[in-house]
């Protein structure tokens, strides 16, 4: 058994009016300071306005949110007592904001405790709302909560599928304003999602087709989004891909890109969807040494050369490789800006880190410790995986 | 063959736990001991506690009980007979099995979710044991 989670979603141009349709009291608004200044933050307050809800802000949201600030934003909540939650930004604020509505509605509960095992009784008090200004987190549609705990300086995968929003309102125009490193960067992240997603060992049919779509998306638009953020149809494309690959890997699992991705970002800080996007050609090489069929299943419906399983994987590959370098992405760590003896350095945490991660024990093949180092080895001087 | 819940069960499993570098290596600061409970049901008259004292990649002891009161351990992990049987054939996932709330799992959250490598260690383990179920 297993079960398909998904919000409601509202989508498309004009989806942030359904906000007017909200029935509540009051709305605290959980984002950062950068959308707080580009007028998002007062846009959907207005739409809120015109439901006849209150609202207030916490826009104290750091990229990478930590336990502490978590517990700040509870905290806020708990002043503030409101009955709806908005989680507005990329997946660092609609994470927190889950994690902060969990903390509210169970003051007992650490942020670094919450998990998907124990029962939580959500829902006394508030429901939840995302609001994605991003295309790549897809955190809009899982129960996945990634907060950083900067005292082990590592990335907590977090969540319980009670804290899914209620409501997922993925308005493309939102979007529109990224500059052209956060598209490709976020961007990178939602084709990391719909690739680990369907090649997961929890891969199942109701998160394949999901995958699949967002997947053939993500190659035809994000070139077109990078290049032309005014492209409209390429936003809109991006949005919407980005939430089917959210819905498809948040229903089966990533994979050790991610695991990777985590570790990096939680020792170096490198930006996630970048680090995952270097990572995926790695670990899809790595794995298709042993398992090639779930990739050249995808490659096949790319229509990608696909004679056989290995051929298929590796077109898949490659056609992840041109992308980055149309994105103009760094292809390995030396080009993210690493200094290889930084890497040796904090080789044991990121290796620790990485294997501690359940994305990790889904990935079509397991690294052991040994290999995981070779990985981040060959990921650093762009090496291609043989092995 | 050795029938799984037993006394020579558990001491097999603390053998193969003991010879394993991996998982020594992936649970080399892991401390807790656990109950793996099995429910009552068919074929188990009674809930059968598996105790496994797991410490710094070792089992330091590991018995079977139908007395819940001989140990008051920190973790403890209960499932019927059939998921048990599941998990050690490789037939089901442990992280998927608590899940979907087959397996419940009691203890430090915190800590068990920072333990995936030792875990997947731990239930490869179990595959080493020959073990018969019964029927």
Redesign the interface.
């Known amino acids: 058994m297993w079960y398909f989670n998904s919000p409601e979603i509202v989508f498309g141009e004009g989806a942030l009016a359904h906000l007017e349709e909200i029935e509540g009291r009051r709305a605290l608004i959980v984002s950062d300071e950068n959308l707080a200044a580009l007028g998002f933050v007062r846009t959907v307050q207005e739409h809120l306005a015109k439901a006849g809800m209150e609202s207030g802000v916490f826009s104290q949201v750091e990229p990478d949110p930590s336990l502490e600030t978590v517990v700040r934003g509870a905290q806020a909540m708990a002043d503030y007592e409101p009955d709806w939650i908005v989680g507005l930004g990329g997946g660092s604020c609609m994470d927190a904001a889950k994690a902060m509505w969990v903390l509210y509605e169970r003051p007992d509960i650490r942020p670094e405790a919450i998990n998907p095992v124990e029962i939580l009784g959500l829902r006394q008090k508030a429901r939840l709302i995302t609001v994605p200004t991003t295309a790549g987190t897809g955190a809009e549609v899982t129960w996945a909560i990634v907060l950083s705990d900067t005292q082990e300086e590592r990335k907590l995968a977090l969540g319980s599928r009670e804290n899914m929003a209620d409501i997922a309102i993925v308005e493309p125009g939102l979007s529109k304003g990224m500059p052209p490193r956060l598209t490709a960067d976020t961007g990178l992240d939602a084709l990391t999602h719909a690739l680990e997603g369907y090649a997961s060992t929890w891969a199942n049919d109701f998160s394949d087709g999901l995958c699949l779509k967002a997947t053939e998306l993500i190659f035809r638009y994000l070139p077109r989004a990078y290049r032309d953020g005014s492209d409209e149809e390429a936003r809109e494309k991006m949005a919407n891909a980005a939430t089917l690959a959210g819905l498809g890997f948040g229903n089966s699992m990533a994979g050790l890109a991610h695991s990777m991705g985590h570790a990096l970002g939680g020792v170096f800080h490198t930006p996630h969807g970048r680090a995952v996007g270097l990572f995926l050609p790695y670990t899809i090489e790595y794995a298709a040494r042993e398992n090639p069929g779930r990739y050249a299943q995808i490659a096949r419906y790319l229509s990608l050369p696909a004679q056989t399983e290995t051929e298929g994987a590796g077109s898949l590959v490659r056609a992840i490789r041109e992308l980055l370098e149309r994105l103009e992405q760094p292809m390995s760590l030396r080009e993210v800006g690493i200094e290889r003896e930084a890497l040796q350095e904090r080789m044991d945490k990121l290796i620790e880190n990485a294997e501690n991660e359940a994305t990790t024990v889904v990935h079509p093949r397991i690294p052991t410790t040994e290999e995981l180092e070779t990985l981040f080895l060959y990921a650093y001087g762009g090496k291609e995986i043989d092995f | 063959m050795i029938e799984f819940a037993t006394d020579e069960w558990a001491e097999a499993f603390m053998g193969v736990i003991n010879e394993s570098e991996?998982y020594a290596?992936?649970a080399k600061t892991w401390e807790g001991d656990f109950y793996f409970i099995v429910e009552a049901g068919e074929n188990i008259p009674q809930p059968i506690y598996l105790y496994v004292d797991l410490w710094h990649g070792k089992c330091r002891e590991a018995f079977a009980t139908t007395d819940p009161s001989v140990k008051d351990p920190v973790f403890r992990m209960s499932g019927s007979l059939e998921n048990w049987r599941r998990v050690i054939e490789k037939k089901l996932?442990p992280?998927?099995g608590?899940?979907?709330?087959?397996f419940?799992?009691k203890g430090d959250?915190?800590k068990v979710?920072?333990?995936?490598?030792a875990a997947?260690e731990l239930v490869n383990c179990t595959t080493l044991v020959s073990t018969e179920f019964p029927e």
Not at chain 2, 98 to 102: A, E, V
Not at chain 2, 113 to 117: T, Y
């Open positions: 991996a290596q992936a996932d992280i998927q608590l899940l979907t709330r087959r419940k799992l959250m915190v979710m920072r333990a995936v490598k997947q």
